[in-house]
């Protein structure tokens, strides 16, 4: 049986990123930049004002004062997006506004606030730094220089940058396609009215769904399986449209009607680990069907959730591209509010809530910690790591916490 670390290390040495593919700026958030961006020309593209005033030559201002103030001629006036940014000399000024050209043999701004003006006469009282308020050609990024690193998480503030570079798409990692097969006799499909007494809804599709939208994968219907290896073969058969990856949800375990396993084998399949250290969780699969990787996750519905966040969620973060060391999600430090018994043997995810307060990070563990309680997660935000070796989490303690919003 697989430790939590090693099972996780196996599925990311064991997955390839996708190949990349070309998408519009606006459906690139969250995906990741497939090459290092080239400036393909300097940022500003030219010297301009930084805000509404008047372009000078600071040498004009070295004996101002208010007793002995400057006056400069108003010879032009240059707009933000002006093709023509005119030309002074020691004397004159130009009126300016942000984001316009600075004109020839200016070299600074003077802020309309700062000057008065009387007709075409600006009159000046203090002093002027040379190249105050000018944004110069080339100080954000200059030409040639790489502006974003490949493998960065596209935000919308690298969508910013990229936009003024008048790009409207990008080459990013491609997230795959997932194909869900749900397995049991007793489930029911949800939004179907027309339930036994003893059969549940199907609600891991569903969450798998949700959860799988979230990371901005496709979803590849496969249906649900009845309790039968002959039904689970035809099923894992059926699969079409080449997914990315393949989960199963329910029959992993050891019982006698858990024929996810035997079915994989069956059909021709590998299997890499069948258990994993954990709790919730222990049944989890990893393996590969068809030179697909394929993922058999326990059908409580609490094991689901957690399993797919630790091990799918990485899994589809790198088929993206994004670097090993950033598909699982990051530990937090937090401070435990009540105590947690546990029994020893596997690392524990418990279910908890966060709260930031002040300078304090604290968890409250949930009331409802069974695989199978559905309103334990509702509510929940974070897991709180037990270690294998631990009998007792006491309240106020440090605890390691996974984020999960």
């Given at each position: 049986?697989?430790?939590?670390?090693?099972?996780?290390?196996?599925?990311?040495?064991?997955?390839?990123?996708?190949?990349?593919?070309?998408?519009?700026?606006?459906?690139?958030?969250?995906?990741?930049?497939?090459?290092?961006?080239?400036?393909?020309?300097?940022?500003?593209?030219?010297?301009?004002?930084?805000?509404?005033?008047?372009?000078?030559?600071?040498?004009?201002?070295?004996?101002?004062?208010?007793?002995?103030p400057?006056?400069?001629?108003?010879?032009?006036?240059?707009?933000?997006?002006?093709?023509?940014?005119?030309?002074?000399?020691?004397?004159?000024?130009?009126?300016?506004?942000?984001?316009?050209?600075?004109?020839?043999?200016?070299?600074?701004?003077i802020?309309?606030?700062?000057?008065?003006?009387?007709?075409?006469?600006?009159?000046?009282v203090?002093?002027?730094?040379?190249?105050?308020?000018?944004?110069?050609?080339?100080?954000?990024?200059?030409?040639?220089?790489?502006?974003?690193?490949?493998?960065?998480?596209?935000?919308?503030y690298?969508?910013?940058?990229?936009?003024?570079?008048?790009?409207?798409?990008?080459?990013?990692?491609?997230?795959?396609?997932?194909?869900?097969?749900?397995?049991?006799?007793?489930?029911?499909?949800?939004?179907?009215?027309?339930?036994?007494?003893?059969?549940?809804?199907?609600?891991?599709?569903?969450?798998?769904?949700?959860l799988?939208?979230?990371?901005?994968?496709?979803?590849?219907?496969?249906?649900?399986?009845?309790?039968?290896?002959?039904?689970?073969?035809?099923?894992?058969?059926?699969?079409?449209?080449?997914?990315?990856?393949?989960?199963?949800?329910?029959?992993?375990?050891?019982?006698?009607?858990?024929?996810?396993?035997?079915?994989?084998?069956?059909?021709?399949?590998?299997?890499?680990?069948?258990?994993?250290?954990?709790?919730?969780?222990?049944?989890?699969?990893?393996?590969?069907l068809?030179?697909?990787?394929?993922?058999?996750?326990?059908?409580?519905?609490?094991?689901?959730?957690?399993?797919f966040?630790?091990?799918?969620?990485?899994?589809?973060?790198?088929?993206?591209?994004?670097?090993?060391?950033?598909?699982?999600?990051?530990?937090?430090?937090?401070?435990?509010?009540?105590?947690?018994?546990?029994?020893?043997?596997?690392?524990?995810?418990?279910?908890?809530?966060?709260?930031?307060?002040?300078?304090?990070i604290?968890?409250?563990?949930?009331?409802?910690?069974?695989?199978?309680?559905?309103?334990g997660?509702?509510?929940?935000?974070?897991?709180?790591?037990?270690?294998?070796?631990?009998?007792?989490?006491?309240?106020?303690?440090?605890?390691?916490?996974?984020?999960?919003?």
């Amino acid at each position: 049986m697989l430790s939590y670390d090693d099972a996780v290390s196996h599925i990311l040495s064991s997955i390839q990123p996708l190949p990349s593919m070309l998408v519009p700026l606006e459906f690139s958030p969250k995906k990741i930049l497939s090459d290092d961006l080239i400036a393909p020309f300097s940022l500003p593209r030219f010297d301009n004002s930084q805000m509404d005033g008047y372009a000078v030559i600071a040498a004009d201002f070295q004996s101002v004062s208010a007793e002995a103030p400057v006056r400069l001629k108003v010879v032009s006036e240059v707009q933000a997006g002006s093709q023509e940014k005119g030309r002074i000399q020691s004397g004159q000024c130009s009126r300016i506004f942000t984001g316009a050209p600075l004109p020839e043999g200016a070299d600074s701004v003077i802020a309309q606030e700062d000057v008065s003006r009387q007709a075409d006469v600006i009159v000046v009282v203090s002093s002027v730094e040379q190249g105050q308020f000018v944004r110069l050609h080339g100080e954000d990024i200059e030409q040639g220089g790489v502006a974003i690193r490949a493998r960065t998480q596209i935000r919308p503030y690298e969508i910013s940058l990229m936009a003024a570079f008048g790009m409207d798409s990008v080459n990013v990692g491609s997230f795959p396609r997932i194909a869900i097969i749900s397995t049991g006799n007793e489930l029911v499909a949800t939004g179907n009215e027309k339930i036994g007494e003893f059969q549940v809804y199907d609600s891991n599709s569903t969450t798998l769904d949700a959860l799988i939208a979230r990371e901005g994968a496709g979803i590849v219907h496969a249906g649900m399986a009845e309790d039968s290896q002959a039904e689970t073969e035809v099923a894992l058969k059926s699969i079409r449209h080449s997914p990315d990856l393949i989960i199963t949800c329910g029959g992993v375990s050891v019982g006698d009607y858990d024929y996810i396993r035997p079915a994989v084998l069956a059909l021709g399949g590998t299997l890499d680990f069948i258990q994993v250290a954990i709790r919730p969780g222990k049944p989890t699969v990893f393996g590969n069907l068809n030179g697909i990787p394929f993922f058999g996750l326990p059908g409580n519905p609490v094991s689901a959730m957690i399993t797919f966040e630790l091990f799918v969620r990485p899994a589809i973060l790198r088929t993206a591209g994004y670097p090993v060391e950033r598909c699982c999600r990051p530990m937090i430090d937090a401070i435990l509010s009540s105590e947690i018994g546990h029994e020893p043997g596997r690392k524990t995810f418990a279910r908890g809530k966060v709260e930031f307060a002040d300078a304090t990070i604290r968890v409250t563990p949930g009331n409802r910690q069974r695989s199978d309680q559905v309103s334990g997660m509702s509510g929940s935000d974070a897991l709180i790591v037990i270690p294998e070796d631990v009998k007792t989490l006491a309240a106020e303690s440090k605890v390691k916490v996974m984020l999960l919003d």
